[in-house]
């Protein structure tokens, strides 16, 4: 399965569970596989799903909403259901799934990264510790 759609930056999260640039937060929240949300208190809310099976990976995805707005997805991926394991993190392998990212976003998307609905890039947030994916739309 494509799970991202460059003509419109919609994120197959099943084939029946799309997310797409224009989708509210209540209407996200309808989807079966939602794990948990979180109000930010600041008109930021935040959508999550855990350990989606996707070919051959677990994604989690991360779904930021302000006002009630989609402005972004952020996801990442194992091989295995993932759970954080706060106790053995380290910076180092923490930027080598930086890595594996931009790998994933070559091979899935190409090197353009620039949409007319938005964009899509990996990143490292040092204060966060942690590393994914992001598409931002417009």
Known sequence: MKII???NGN???STNEIIT???SYSKVLTFESVDHTEDMGNSYEWIYFRNIHIDNFYFFVAVSFYKKKIKSV????????????WDNWNEKEELQLKKMFDLWLDN???EKTN???GKINSYYDKRE???GIRIEYN
């Open 11 to 13: 994120f197959h999260l």
């Open 115 to 117: 949409f007319n609905w």
């Open 129 to 131: 510790q942690t590393s």
């Open 5 to 7: 759609d460059i003509n």
């Open 74 to 85: 952020n996801f990442s991926f194992t091989l295995k259901p993932q759970e954080k394991d």
């Open 21 to 23: 640039s224009k989708d």
């Open 108 to 110: 899935n998307i190409g």
